[in-house]
């Protein structure tokens, strides 16, 4: 048996609540879903000896991965340093910094990758200072999409049969990773990624993006492109507008990206009555009530006095400027298999 | 002087519906599984005292339910009763079915009976499991259980039996046999680990709703998972046969030989599936033995 260092304290707040939508659909509300893989992530550092009782924890993050690494040092008594920049959520900021953690503010983009790339070159020079820390490295440790056969048996032990998966796409942990282990059981699921224009991880030529969680502009490793049948892209206005709307008809008051689930898994689930939908909402919206769930702030938001598209446009390449709601049929296929030619 | 004679059966298994490694109420990793049962396959066990101190076994060669007979009466009865232990099993033996728990059971509840003493089951699995190590969950008839084989508890007791199952039984490799502790145990990764979490889920499902369809994909993921560690040769081809005759799933013997074909026993096509995949399955040079529920 290998010795590791239960992190359990918190785990109750691991997984999501299930509430039904309407005709099929589920949505999976979690209280804060990045709780999950930063638990499962660090066990298995000190089974490997990566972290010690009382080390240092190093990451990069403006978000709630963060919030949950902060929550988890402080439960189990690790130091914690985050290296975030300016999208960081002022409320946040007092938050992380109220539960102990050293709190970097990156100010100034790198020259390929952006603030993204430059929040991490300021962690390595972290990682060389504090000799024995331990990066959990969310976007490209495999323990992370690991983590969610927790999720997938909550699923199935409360639905039976999942007929298809739709999630916001952002370090793609959650949707690789459920994806898998449903398929295990459940090989014809139907994964539906959730990612926004200007955003690298399905093929988007890098641009700046204004939806905090959802897509990049580095690819991680850690999304499987081989899991997703079919993706969507939603500009920030859609996002909100359907944050709101899973507010005012079903109560759950989430913050955008699981707005922007909802939208795509509300859509598909009408096209295909009788399949059971899981939406993933990953996180509350009181992170979120001086921005998405402020009007002010959203006057000034591009298409936010416009009437949402109520479909998608199908694209032809991942590769197309988008100025909506688009889709693309992935297919399963990896990325080069997507968008190698158009690399070349 | 000791009059009368005890007597038990305990029945056999086709090898098991999941077996894997799951996290219990402590948080700890356990080996454990769901066998398959199987009530045509039984050992009989006949538990006669003498006035000798010597206790018998016949076959001679079944030395665990010898074990497990002394064991019994040393924790119940007086120790050092001498006795006849007849066991009569139609079960195969090394094929991964059971035969040798089903005599283990068998000998300490024919010890029991003749003792007058009703025992609780958790007591009778420990006896179980010092006689020959590991064990199975065939005691549990009323309530499907997820059963830790090498520790002899019960992780976690379901609501209900198991949904009925008809199977097609296959020996995949007749010659070679497998002895169960012998083979050396999975050492699954933290994929397969993981993926023991949804395989539980949608068993604990199963299970409550009487949704043999649902099980049978359990049944299918633990078989695939398992190929790995103990392959079944010619599963594909089984496999492929099942689903054209509208099987619900394959079940494998974990530490066997044996491949079940399963089929749902409350489906009214089920009878004439099974014929017809059974001669499909001749027909492609096996031999399948037809088990109903």
């Given at each position: 048996?290998?010795?590791?260092?239960?992190?359990?304290?918190?785990?109750?707040?691991?997984?999501?609540?299930?509430?039904?939508?309407?005709?099929?659909?589920?949505?999976?509300?979690?209280?804060?879903?990045?709780?999950?893989?930063?638990?499962?992530?660090?066990?298995?550092?000190?089974?490997?000896?990566?972290?010690?009782?009382?080390?240092?924890?190093?990451?990069?993050?403006?978000?709630?991965?963060?919030?949950?690494?902060?929550?988890?040092?402080?439960?189990?008594?690790?130091?914690?340093?985050?290296?975030?920049?300016?999208?960081?959520?002022?409320?946040?900021?007092?938050?992380?910094?109220?539960?102990?953690?050293?709190?970097?503010?990156?100010?100034?983009?790198?020259?390929?990758?952006?603030?993204?790339?430059?929040?991490?070159?300021?962690?390595?020079?972290?990682?060389?200072?504090?000799?024995?820390?331990?990066?959990?490295?969310?976007?490209?440790?495999?323990?992370?999409?690991?983590?969610?056969?927790?999720?997938?048996?909550?699923?199935?032990?409360?639905?039976?049969?999942?007929?298809?998966?739709?999630?916001?796409?952002?370090?793609?942990?959650?949707?690789?990773?459920?994806?898998?282990?449903?398929?295990?059981?459940?090989?014809?699921?139907?994964?539906?990624?959730?990612?926004?224009?200007?955003?690298?991880?399905?093929?988007?030529?890098?641009?700046?993006?204004?939806?905090?969680?959802?897509?990049?502009?580095?690819?991680?490793?850690?999304?499987?492109?081989?899991?997703?049948?079919?993706?969507?892209?939603?500009?920030?206005?859609?996002?909100?507008?359907?944050?709101?709307?899973?507010?005012?008809?079903?109560?759950?008051?989430?913050?955008?990206?699981?707005?922007?689930?909802?939208?795509?898994?509300?859509?598909?689930?009408?096209?295909?009555?009788?399949?059971?939908?899981?939406?993933?909402?990953?996180?509350?919206?009181?992170?979120?009530?001086?921005?998405?769930?402020?009007?002010?702030?959203?006057?000034?938001?591009?298409?936010?006095?416009?009437?949402?598209?109520?479909?998608?446009?199908?694209?032809?390449?991942?590769?197309?400027?988008?100025?909506?709601?688009?889709?693309?049929?992935?297919?399963?296929?990896?990325?080069?298999?997507?968008?190698?030619?158009?690399?070349? | 002087?000791?009059?009368?004679?005890?007597?038990?059966e305990a029945i056999g298994h086709?090898?098991?519906?999941?077996?894997?490694?799951?996290?219990?109420?402590?948080?700890?990793?356990?080996?454990?599984?769901v066998s398959l049962p199987c009530r045509?396959?039984r050992?009989?066990?006949?538990?006669?005292?003498?006035?000798?101190?010597?206790?018998?076994?016949?076959?001679?060669?079944?030395?665990?339910?010898?074990?497990?007979?002394?064991?019994?009466?040393?924790?119940?009865?007086?120790?050092?009763?001498?006795?006849?232990?007849?066991?009569?099993?139609?079960?195969?033996?090394?094929?991964?079915?059971?035969?040798?728990?089903a005599?283990?059971l068998?000998?300490?509840l024919?010890?029991?009976?003749?003792?007058?003493?009703?025992?609780?089951s958790?007591?009778v699995?420990?006896?179980?499991?010092?006689?020959?190590?590991?064990?199975d969950s065939t005691l549990f008839r009323q309530q499907a259980v997820?059963f830790?084989?090498?520790?002899?508890?019960?992780?976690?007791a379901f609501?209900r039996p198991l949904?009925p199952?008809?199977?097609?039984?296959?020996?995949?490799?007749?010659?070679?046999?497998?002895?169960?502790?012998?083979?050396?145990?999975?050492?699954?990764?933290?994929?397969?680990?993981?993926?023991?979490?949804?395989?539980?889920?949608?068993?604990?499902?199963?299970?409550?709703?009487?949704?043999?369809?649902?099980?049978?994909?359990?049944?299918?993921?633990?078989?695939?998972?398992?190929?790995?560690?103990?392959?079944?040769?010619?599963?594909?081809?089984?496999?492929?046969?099942?689903?054209?005759?509208?099987?619900?799933?394959?079940?494998?013997?974990?530490?066997?030989?044996?491949?079940?074909?399963?089929?749902?026993?409350?489906?009214?096509?089920?009878?004439?599936?099974?014929?017809?995949?059974?001669?499909?399955?001749?027909?492609?040079?096996?031999?399948?033995?037809?088990?109903?529920h």
């Amino acid at each position: 048996m290998s010795t590791r260092a239960l992190m359990r304290k918190l785990e109750d707040f691991e997984g999501p609540r299930l509430v039904p939508l309407g005709g099929d659909l589920y949505g999976a509300s979690f209280f804060l879903m990045k709780l999950l893989p930063a638990r499962f992530m660090l066990e298995r550092a000190t089974e490997r000896g990566l972290l010690r009782p009382g080390g240092t924890v190093c990451e990069s993050s403006s978000g709630t991965f963060g919030l949950a690494l902060a929550m988890l040092a402080v439960q189990h008594g690790y130091k914690l340093i985050l290296v975030s920049d300016w999208a960081l959520d002022r409320h946040l900021h007092r938050r992380l910094i109220e539960l102990g953690a050293e709190v970097t503010i990156v100010d100034r983009p790198a020259l390929t990758g952006g603030l993204q790339q430059a929040r991490l070159d300021r962690l390595q020079e972290y990682l060389q200072e504090a000799s024995g820390s331990f990066w959990p490295s969310q976007y490209y440790n495999s323990d992370n999409p690991l983590s969610y056969g927790k999720v997938a048996e909550q699923f199935v032990d409360r639905l039976g049969k999942v007929d298809c998966l739709v999630g916001p796409v952002g370090s793609g942990g959650s949707m690789s990773g459920t994806s898998r282990y449903l398929r295990t059981l459940f090989p014809d699921l139907y994964a539906i990624g959730v990612d926004t224009p200007n955003s690298v991880l399905f093929g988007q030529p890098s641009g700046k993006l204004n939806l905090s969680g959802l897509g990049g502009n580095i690819l991680p490793t850690n999304v499987d492109h081989s899991q997703f049948d079919e993706v969507h892209w939603l500009v920030p206005a859609e996002a909100f507008h359907a944050t709101h709307d899973l507010h005012r008809k079903h109560g759950l008051f989430m913050g955008p990206t699981s707005g922007a689930a909802y939208r795509v898994a509300q859509w598909w689930s009408r096209n295909n009555p009788g399949k059971t939908v899981v939406a993933l909402f990953p996180d509350e919206g009181h992170r979120y009530a001086e921005t998405v769930y402020d009007e002010k702030w959203l006057e000034k938001i591009t298409g936010w006095s416009e009437l949402p598209k109520a479909s998608p446009l199908a694209v032809g390449t991942p590769r197309a400027p988008m100025s909506g709601w688009s889709r693309f049929a992935w297919g399963r296929r990896s990325f080069d298999d997507v968008l190698g030619q158009a690399n070349d | 002087m000791p009059i009368g004679a005890g007597y038990a059966e305990a029945i056999g298994h086709h090898g098991e519906l999941v077996q894997g490694l799951f996290e219990d109420d402590g948080v700890q990793m356990r080996r454990a599984l769901v066998s398959l049962p199987c009530r045509q396959l039984r050992s009989k066990v006949r538990f006669t005292p003498n006035s000798s101190d010597q206790l018998i076994v016949m076959p001679a060669s079944r030395e665990k339910a010898k074990r497990a007979a002394e064991l019994t009466v040393n924790a119940f009865g007086r120790p050092g009763t001498g006795a006849n232990l007849e066991i009569d099993s139609n079960i195969p033996l090394s094929r991964g079915m059971g035969s040798s728990t089903a005599d283990v059971l068998a000998s300490i509840l024919a010890v029991l009976d003749w003792l007058g003493i009703e025992a609780a089951s958790h007591d009778v699995m420990q006896i179980a499991v010092s006689a020959e190590t590991a064990c199975d969950s065939t005691l549990f008839r009323q309530q499907a259980v997820l059963f830790a084989h090498r520790d002899g508890v019960v992780m976690e007791a379901f609501r209900r039996p198991l949904p009925p199952i008809d199977f097609i039984s296959i020996d995949t490799t007749p010659g070679a046999t497998v002895d169960t502790l012998e083979f050396a145990t999975a050492r699954y990764d933290q994929l397969e680990i993981e993926s023991f979490r949804p395989l539980r889920g949608l068993l604990r499902t199963a299970i409550k709703s009487a949704d043999a369809r649902m099980l049978g994909r359990v049944a299918t993921a633990s078989a695939r998972i398992n190929e790995r560690f103990l392959p079944k040769p010619r599963l594909a081809e089984i496999e492929t046969i099942g689903v054209r005759f509208d099987a619900i799933g394959i079940q494998v013997a974990h530490s066997g030989t044996v491949v079940g074909l399963m089929f749902d026993a409350m489906d009214q096509k089920a009878s004439e599936n099974i014929k017809r995949a059974t001669a499909a399955l001749k027909q492609s040079g096996f031999e399948p033995a037809v088990f109903r529920h």
